[in-house]
């Protein structure tokens, strides 16, 4: 009788184990970005990552009226999901297509091998603006991130 109690006292662990969620890390924005170090870029999309939990869109910063060091740039944006309600899909952003893209710097600020910000806002060619999805991480809040209703 001890040795079934036993054992089924040891199954009941491991599967309550297992089916525990696993623990994920996240950070808050001013852990990574400076609020003090507001940045405008531009220029092509070379790549977009459309992973958890942030996206990234990688861009080459050329434009004229940029705030940060021309070059390659990396662009966090919020996750896929909160992308996707705010109008931004796979579809948006191709490779090739020219943005302008205002956000927070690093706090490295280190551009080897690129340079990293975090993404408020997304302004297409055809003058579209659209959120990023920063709010309710630590980002200053500047009215980008209220939606009208």
């Known amino acids: ?65 940029a705030t940060r060091d021309p070059g390659p740039w990396m662009v966090e944006g919020g996750t896929p999901n909160t992308l996707l309600r705010r109008g931004i899909n796979r579809n948006s952003l191709q490779r090739g297509q020219a943005i302008v893209v205002t956000g927070y710097q690093s706090k490295d600020r280190l551009c080897e091998p690129t340079c990293r910000a975090n993404g408020r806002d997304i302004t297409f060619p055809d003058g579209r603006k659209l959120f990023m999805g920063s709010s309710g991480t630590g980002a200053p809040r500047d009215g980008s991130d209220v939606t009208e209703q």
Do not use: C, Q, Y
């Open 1 to 65: 009788m001890k040795t079934k109690l036993l054992a089924l006292a040891a199954v009941t662990a491991v599967g309550i184990v297992a089916i525990k969620p696993p623990a994920t890390a996240h950070h808050a924005f001013s852990a990574e970005f400076d609020a003090n170090l507001p940045v405008r870029l531009g220029g092509p999309i070379t790549r977009v990552e459309w992973i958890n939990p942030h996206t990234w869109i990688h861009l080459d910063n050329n434009d004229p009226e």
